[in-house]
Each structure stands twice: as structure tokens, then as C-alpha cells.
């Protein structure tokens, strides 16, 4: 059986979609396959995401993932917005879920910290409710 494409969503997929993708891949690979994307691209990974991510999980972002669109994914079976209150993406249907995070770019690295441990909690819970599924 195919695993289900979850997309991570933001506008810029610089930073809290980037993290959801390498905790995705890092927490629930056996259980799903993570992609993140967003309307606009950015030359690179916010840099203290990277950071953070290193040093919280030994995870390389930089090595594996870049910012991209929504057109140059897989079509998801669940899309994932981060937060709409930098403005929410247009993806041409409904999303799944709104996890309503705010962007820690710009702030301290206990915000950064913060909303990191955030996503990987609900990256967890979504992986436990598409297991449950599955059997």
C-alpha cells in the first residue's frame, strides 16, 4: 500500500514548512511521505532553522531539502498550512489542516526553539492518527 504525500505549506517554504519537512522525514517515513512547498521560493533555508534543526537533531536540512512551489511536489493527499497569518497560500483546493504557527524568523532562538518543538509534537500526532488509519 502507498504511503499518503503530506505537503507542508507556507508562502515562502523557508522555514516552519522546511522544518515540518525534515521532521517528517526524521519522525514518520515509515508512515508518510513529507514534502514542503509554498507560492514564492527563497534563495535558501532560513539559516537559523538550520542551525537549530542541527543542533536539536543532527538533521542537515540544507543536504536533502530547498524552497520550492507547490508545482514541483507530488499532488498530496493531506496539505498542510503552517499559519495564515503571514497571509495564507492559494493551492488550488482546501487545506487539511491550518496548524496556525507563527514564523520565527527574525526572533530569538528560544522562539525558534519553541515552534520547532511544536511541529515535531504535531508531526508525531499526525503520524499516530495515519497509522491508525492504515490499520
Known amino acids: 500500500m502507498r504511503k499518503p504525500i503530506v505537503a507542508f505549506i507556507c508562502v515562502h517554504n523557508s522555514c516552519r514548512s522546511q522544518i515540518a519537512e525534515a521532521l517528517g522525514k526524521h519522525l514518520a517515513s515509515d508512515v ?3 514534502y514542503s512547498a509554498g507560492t514564492e ?3 535558501q533555508i532560513n ?3 538550520v542551525r537549530i534543526m542541527k543542533q536539536l537533531y543532527g538533521i542537515e536540512m ?3 531539502q530547498y524552497s520550492k512551489l507547490i508545482s514541483d511536489i507530488p499532488e498530496p493527499d493531506i496539505a498542510i498550512s503552517m499559519g495564515c497569518n503571514v497571509g495564507c497560500p492559494f493551492i488550488g483546493r482546501a487545506f487539511d489542516d491550518n496548524w496556525g504557527l507563527d514564523d520565527p524568523t527574525g526572533k530569538s532562538d528560544e ?3 519553541q515552534i520547532i518543538k511544536e511541529i515535531r509534537t504535531r508531526i ?3 503520524r499516530t492518527k495515519l497509522r491508525h488509519i492504515e490499520t
Request: charged content about 35%; hydrophobic content about 35%; proline content about 6%.
Open 32 to 34: 508518510f511521505e513529507s
Open 47 to 49: 539559516q537559523d532553522a
Open 111 to 113: 522562539e525558534f526553539v
Open 62 to 64: 540544507e543536504k536533502t
Open 41 to 43: 521560493t527563497k534563495p
Open 124 to 126: 508525531l500526532q499526525l
